[in-house]
Nanobody, 125 residues
Framework: QVQLVESGGGLVQPGDSLGLSCAAS????????LGWFRQAPGKARDFVAG????????RYADSVKGRFTISRDAAKNTVYLQMNSLKPEDTALYYC??????????????????WGQGTQVTVSS
């Protein structure tokens, strides 16, 4: 079973950087695309970034393109989200998710059957 645990969230000031990590149960995400989503209070959950099973392809929401970078480490069964130049509107609960085996990177929540519990990111001065 795929189990995902996010970490690295916290309170930062606008313009700061923050790195999120998502650790998966051993060997379960090697052949799966991975994604990061976020949800602010009263808002729908939105796609943030995704990466293919072999790391060869990435996708980003327009709102974070150029500021956020997604990466993965197969040996560590971990996916990362490096967030730079953070803005107050980036404040949200961030979730990592794993897709089906060999599926292409997608922004659709329904294509990600496995989810973590989320880690809170708050950007405030």
């Amino acid at each position: 079973q795929v189990q995902l645990v996010e970490s690295g969230g916290g309170l930062v000031q606008p313009g700061d950087s923050l790195g999120l990590s998502c650790a998966a149960s051993a060997g379960t995400i090697t052949r799966r695309s991975l994604g990061w989503f976020r949800q602010a209070p009263g808002k729908a959950r939105d796609f943030v970034a995704g990466i293919s099973w072999n790391g060869g392809s990435t996708r980003y929401a327009d709102s974070v393109k150029g500021r956020f970078t997604i990466s993965r480490d197969a040996a560590k069964n971990t996916v990362y989200l490096q967030m730079n130049s953070l803005k107050p509107e980036d404040t949200a609960l961030y979730y990592c998710a794993a897709g089906r085996q060999y599926n292409a990177v997608t922004s659709y929540e329904q294509e990600y059957p496995y989810w973590g519990q989320g880690t809170q990111v708050t950007v405030s001065s």
